[in-house]
Every structure is written in C-alpha cells, then in structure tokens.
C-alpha cells in the first residue's frame, strides 16, 4: 500500500472514529471508552508504519553495530601488530645490526664460522 493511499486512509478512519467517540462520550460512558475509540485508528496506524520502521531501524541499528565491532578488531589487531614491529622486532634487529659493525671493525668474520681455520692466508 501506497503511503498516500495509507494517509488517506487514517484521515478517513478519524473522520468516522472521532464522531463515534463523540457519540460515546454523549451516552455518558467512561472517559477511558471515549479515548480507546478514538485511538483505535492511530493505534492501527502506529502498528502499520511504526512497526516496519521500528524493526529497519533495529536491524540497522545491529548491522552497523557489527560493522564497527569487526572494523575496531581489525585496527586493534594492526595497531597490536605495528606495536610488536616497532617495541620488538625493531630493537632486535638494531642491535643484531650494531654488533654485525663491530664484527666488521674488529676484523671478525662477521658472524660467519671459519671452521676452526685462521682467516689469514
């Protein structure tokens, strides 16, 4: 249904409930007669446009949730990764580069195994 066959419809429903309630409320019923007539129509009309909308927005409402929920894993796990290459693995290989040089100054082999053999022929 159309939502201006759907407003159409509501303003049709309250022409027709509002007099009835006022007919009510004449025979000297109870207020809370008076006022369940009249929201009948709006009662129907939240339940036919509210309800859908409700559930979208629910459901968006989880779909972006999970969306964001993944999207920080991922970035906590990179950060996780970037702070383990710059607080581990970097200081490891500066030192592992640092004593490489003073192998290389000392005349050493480098971290290279001779055998048992001199390096001097």
């Not at 409700?54 to 972006?64: M, P, Q, S």
């Not at 500066?94 to 390096?119: E, N, P, Q, Y």
């Amino acid at each position: 249904m159309s939502t201006i066959k759907l407003l159409a419809l509501a303003l049709l429903t309250l022409c027709v409930a509002l007099p009835v309630a006022g007919l009510v409320a004449l025979a000297g019923l109870p207020i809370l007669v008076v006022l369940g007539v009249a929201a009948i129509p709006v009662a129907v009309l939240l339940l036919v446009v509210g309800l859908p909308l409700f559930l979208l927005l629910v459901v968006g409402t989880a779909i972006v949730g999970v969306v964001f929920g993944l999207l920080g894993a991922v970035v906590g796990i990179g950060v996780a990764l970037l702070k383990v290459a710059l607080l581990v693995a970097l200081p490891l290989w500066g030192i592992a580069w640092l004593l490489g040089l003073t192998r290389d100054r000392r005349g050493g082999t480098g971290g290279r195994s001779t055998g048992g053999r001199s390096t001097v022929r």
